[in-house]
């Protein structure tokens, strides 16, 4: 067992080494979530945080990486706003349908009666896809734009970056934790409210 622990220790020290784990190069695409969740609260049908989260994840593919090849640079071109367009239009065309087929394969998986309680009730409307497509990328690159040094997002009008360090980094990350635990208990209220609806 000692040995077990010190050889896991010795792994995490390399991956540490090697930056997977470095805070301020990681993808904290979980993160990026919490505003998705509070979005998702207050626009319902009309945004769907799944094509969302599959932005997140898209957006994140080339810091990913980057870190693992151990590039100096972390944030490349899709850290741009021309860059989140045109992940934009690729999470749209590819992420609504590939959204749609695994709600349809949860509904099929959960039509079972003691889990029919969990079906998803409704598709997901081209609007719904294409604001969560665009929000999550163009927010991605606009919370990145405050926390990392590397990214300049209005290439290639200018190099600048005016939102660096706008709020700190701890700041940032409590601001996005926050709006997650209050948008995803406002999801959880609505789902309890509208199966106790269905059934009164």
Not at 42 to 55: E, I, P, R, W
Not at 172 to 181: A, E, R
Request: charge should be positive.
């Amino acid at each position: 067992m000692r040995r077990f622990v010190c050889n896991s220790w010795h792994l995490f020290r390399c991956l540490l080494n090697v930056g997977l784990f470095r805070i301020y190069q990681m993808p904290f695409t979980p993160l990026h979530m919490g505003p998705g969740a509070a979005i998702k609260a207050v626009l319902g049908q009309y945004f769907s945080l799944m094509v969302f989260g599959v932005a997140q994840i898209a957006m994140d593919i080339e810091p990913l990486v980057r870190i693992i090849r151990g590039d100096s640079l972390i944030h490349g071109f899709t850290h741009t706003y021309i860059g989140a367009t045109l992940i934009g239009i690729a999470t749209f065309v590819v992420g609504w349908p590939f959204c749609q087929g695994t709600l349809r394969f949860w509904n099929f998986i959960t039509k079972p009666k003691f889990l029919r309680w969990l079906h998803a009730s409704s598709p997901i409307s081209k609007f719904a896809a294409f604001s969560g497509a665009f929000v999550g990328t163009f927010s991605h690159v606009f919370l990145d734009s405050i926390m990392h040094v590397d990214i300049h997002p209005w290439i290639p009008l200018n190099e600048g970056n005016s939102m660096l360090h706008f709020i700190s980094v701890g700041w940032l990350h409590l601001f996005c934790v926050g709006l997650g635990v209050a948008g995803f208990m406002a999801l959880f209220v609505i789902f309890v409210w509208n199966k106790i609806a269905i059934k009164i």
